[in-house]
């Protein structure tokens, strides 16, 4: 769930703090106030597209930060990409420029903000008038349906797309043995020729890196013996000159002498002794790597040989001699796979028929699946309705046979039908904006002891319904808050008395701000929404009963 928006520069808004709570969070407001800033501003953090248009005007940015609780596989998800999570929450921000630019930021770490929408759908579901749209996709019909399911039918879902995908490969594997027979020998032939060569070759993993490192080595080894024998002529020369290892025991000796007077110089003169010792072993070492110093041209010439035989048999196949080797390993699995005597077109053609039978068993226990969840869904769909001023309206969810996919055998199809005389319509056809909005809030309703909590924003859910139907929608959204966090953005005092919190976007001299609203405040606020003087006393009475009598009946589904 969100916790906390910071909003500033975005709109009508300069700056505003805005605190959310558990159940249910109602935004009211004057039309032109800036609610809508509020819903834009949560869109951000979510990765929808960036419009400049947005930034205040005479400020160069917007920035909206918000505060959000995170489950474990969120949290895994953003600590993948370098953000942290500190007691389950998760902060995520957004700014955007009137040059256009937007960035997008996890915990402070700045993150593509296509990844953002992708951890965006895992956190907040926003209902407008876009997901009105959405409903209409029978790709979205289907996965609703989907969602209704218990765990065997999840189970059953990953057991078909699995088949499927099996079938899938059989039918590549068929057809490639088919129709590219002489590409297989010619395939089969160059495989083996490569993996000779390499085998021949025998090259080991860094092979490359080591000979490239002897051959520099040999080619300049005249430089690399007068350099290191002036290094050790400087450490331990052979003449009389003072070298360093005799100017280092001198320096021992004169701390060693004057710790005498003072006891703190011992470990001077231990830290002396030291690196005494180190510098004659660097020059012990640097003896002995002279002594290996020679020119050898033959053994050059062989290392450049090797060389070119290796990066002959990387050009095309491998960067390094590690990845030639996992090539190699690849090469031989499919060799061995091209070569099989029992992988030929009889075998194959078995292998797809057993597959297809299993994507075809299972498509129907799927099919049965699907259509006990679509009778359990119209029947808890129509109840809400029903109640959402659309007495006698049927959802229908009609399950049409086709030839099977990677989804299943059947198209899934939401038929409307609004009242008894009507005829059932296709939602992406025959249903008007009031109805989806009303069909998506009891679909959410019906679903919600199934599904896991989260946050729902619901923005114009309310267009176009008042009075008794107003009631029906505050109660079905306070219903949902008792599983989920919901917030709504309302005109209707109706669905505003059942806030458990109530927020109210004031807009003083073109500059908007959010408050949030209890006591007496808040029944001012119902009293503007009904369109009476805050003075009323009749008007504040009634102010007060609605929110008295703002109780959540018992869901038929529950």
């Not at 159940?23 to 407001?29: A, E, P, R, S």
């Not at 095309?316 to 690849?330: C, F, K, P, S, V």
Request: hydrophobic share 40%; glycine share 6%; aromatic share 2%.
């Amino acid at each position: 769930m969100i916790d906390a928006l910071r909003i500033k520069s975005l709109g009508v808004i300069d700056e505003a703090d805005v605190q959310f709570s558990p159940g249910l969070t109602v935004v009211t407001g004057e039309t032109g106030a800036g609610k809508t800033m509020v819903l834009t501003s949560l869109s951000l953090l979510l990765g929808t597209r960036a419009d400049s248009q947005t930034v205040r005007q005479g400020c160069e940015q917007a920035e909206v930060d918000g505060i959000f609780e995170v489950d474990d596989m969120v949290a895994a998800r953003a600590q993948e990409l370098g953000a942290s999570v500190e007691d389950g929450e998760l902060i995520v921000s957004r700014t955007v420029s009137t040059k256009g630019r937007s960035r997008a930021h996890l915990a402070g770490r700045p993150i593509p903000v296509s990844i953002l929408a992708d951890i965006g759908d895992s956190l907040v579901t926003i209902h407008g008038q876009a997901d009105q749209m959405r409903l209409r996709q029978t790709s979205v019909q289907r996965a609703i349906l989907d969602e209704t399911g218990d765990d065997q039918h999840q189970e059953l879902l990953r057991d078909y797309a699995q088949a499927w995908k099996a079938a899938v490969n059989a039918k590549k594997r068929l057809d490639m043995a088919r129709s590219h027979a002489d590409e297989r020998a010619t395939r089969i032939e160059e495989l083996t020729r490569i993996t000779d060569q390499i085998r021949q070759l025998d090259p080991y993993p860094g092979e490359d890196d080591d000979l490239r490192t002897q051959t520099e080595r040999l080619t300049n080894v005249e430089d690399l013996r007068a350099q290191v024998a002036l290094a050790y002529a400087c450490l331990r020369g052979e003449s009389d000159e003072t070298h360093l290892i005799d100017l280092l025991h001198r320096v021992q000796a004169a701390f060693a002498d004057a710790s005498r007077f003072d006891s703190t110089l011992d470990s001077f003169a231990q830290r002396a002794h030291t690196l005494r010792l180190d510098a004659d072993s660097l020059a012990d070492d640097a003896e002995a790597y002279l002594s290996t110093l020679n020119a050898d041209p033959e053994r050059l010439n062989a290392l450049h040989q090797r060389r070119a035989d290796l990066n002959r048999l990387l050009q095309g196949r491998a960067a390094d001699a590690t990845q030639l080797l996992e090539w190699e390993a690849q090469a031989r699995a499919e060799l061995e796979e091209l070569t099989d005597p029992d992988v030929n077109e009889d075998s194959l053609a078995a292998e797809l028929a057993q597959a297809q039978q299993r994507v075809l068993e299972l498509g129907e226990r799927l099919s049965t699946s699907r259509r006990h969840l679509a009778d359990e869904l119209s029947e808890h769909v129509d109840a809400e309705l029903a109640a959402l001023a659309m007495k006698g309206a049927h959802l229908n969810v009609e399950l049409m046979h086709r030839k099977p996919n990677s989804t299943g055998c059947e198209d899934i199809t939401f038929m409307l039908q609004p009242h008894p005389d009507a005829p059932a319509r296709p939602v992406s056809r025959g249903a008007s904006g009031g109805e989806l909005s009303r069909v998506m809030l009891a679909l959410e309703v019906a679903l919600s002891h199934r599904a896991t909590p989260r946050t729902f924003v619901f923005d114009e859910v309310d267009a176009g319904i008042g009075g008794r139907t107003a009631t029906e929608v505050g109660a079905r959204l306070a219903r949902l808050a008792r599983v989920h966090q919901v917030i709504v953005v309302t005109h209707l005092a109706q669905v505003a008395a059942y806030g458990d919190t109530h927020l109210v976007v004031h807009k003083e001299g073109g500059t908007a701000r959010v408050t949030c609203v209890d006591g007496e405040e808040r029944i001012d606020e119902i009293v503007r929404m009904t369109g009476s003087p805050t003075t009323s006393e009749t008007a504040r009475r009634h102010a007060k009963e609605l929110i008295l009598a703002a109780t959540v009946p018992q869901s038929p589904c529950e």
